[in-house]
């Protein structure tokens, strides 16, 4: 695939403890390119949550190559991972997330300051990042005062703060209204493609088909394309 940002190669994911031992993921291989967004359906308990979790380097798979921005990172040390997570991945999560004492410019402003970036040129790029989802007149706001859809682009500029390659999020419409969840995916539309980034939906909603290019099942761990 040209342009690849993330790809996970016949992953699979076993939990043990001891007493019983489940096969969450079963041989999964998915690739992601620049630019794409992929949606990943399945119903409860089918390993998406688990997949995504792989893809943003917070669990290591039981067997299987994961890479991303074009590094394997099933090698790498916890620090180096970390790393990984940092500055090519971003996460958006169905309930925002924000830190509900700092203003939406603050709480951008925090998460480049967990990549290592600091001061004047951290301040700069969150309020780029905002504006880059329509909210500089936001900005100060603090969490209660914005809607559920204006908390949602913050959360979304937040994963954009600091150029991933790649942005996973965790069923990002399931707490919006239909109309505002349209809106939200539009913007990941018009993100994707005038930025580059690959992008990853775990949804059951059906709306998120409208804007991705390719749709991907998840059944009992193992994937299949859907039409």
């Known amino acids: 695939m040209p342009n690849e940002v993330l790809s996970v190669q016949n992953v699979s994911k076993v939990f043990d403890d001891g007493a019983q031992r489940v096969e969450v993921l079963r041989g999964v291989t998915l690739q992601v390119g620049g630019g794409e967004i992929v949606a990943l359906e ?12 792989i893809m943003g380097c917070i669990l290591t798979p039981s067997s299987g190559d994961v890479s991303v921005a074009g590094r394997a990172v099933d090698l790498q040390s916890p620090s180096e991972l970390r790393n990984v997570r940092r500055t090519q991945i971003g996460f958006v999560f169905q309930q925002f997330n924000l830190f509900p004492a700092l203003t939406a410019l603050e709480n951008v402003e925090y998460a480049l300051n967990v990549k290592g970036h600091r001061g004047k040129k951290a301040r700069e790029e ?19 005062d914005l809607s559920g859809g204006q908390k949602q682009r913050v959360a979304i500029a937040r994963a954009l703060a600091g150029t991933p390659s790649v942005i996973l999020a965790d069923e990002p419409t399931a707490s919006l209204d239909s109309a505002v969840g349209e809106q939200i995916l539009d913007l990941f539309r018009d993100l994707s493609r005038r930025e580059g980034k690959g992008v ?28």
């Open 42 to 53: 399945g119903p409860s308990g089918s390993g998406k949550t688990t997949l995504l979790s």
């Open 126 to 144: 969150a309020r780029r990042a905002l504006a880059t989802v329509g909210l500089s007149d936001r900005e100060h706001f603090l969490p209660r």
């Open 200 to 227: 990853v939906i775990v949804t059951h909603d059906p709306k998120v088909r409208r804007i991705a290019d390719r749709v991907v099942g998840i059944h009992d761990g193992r994937l299949d394309e859907a039409a």
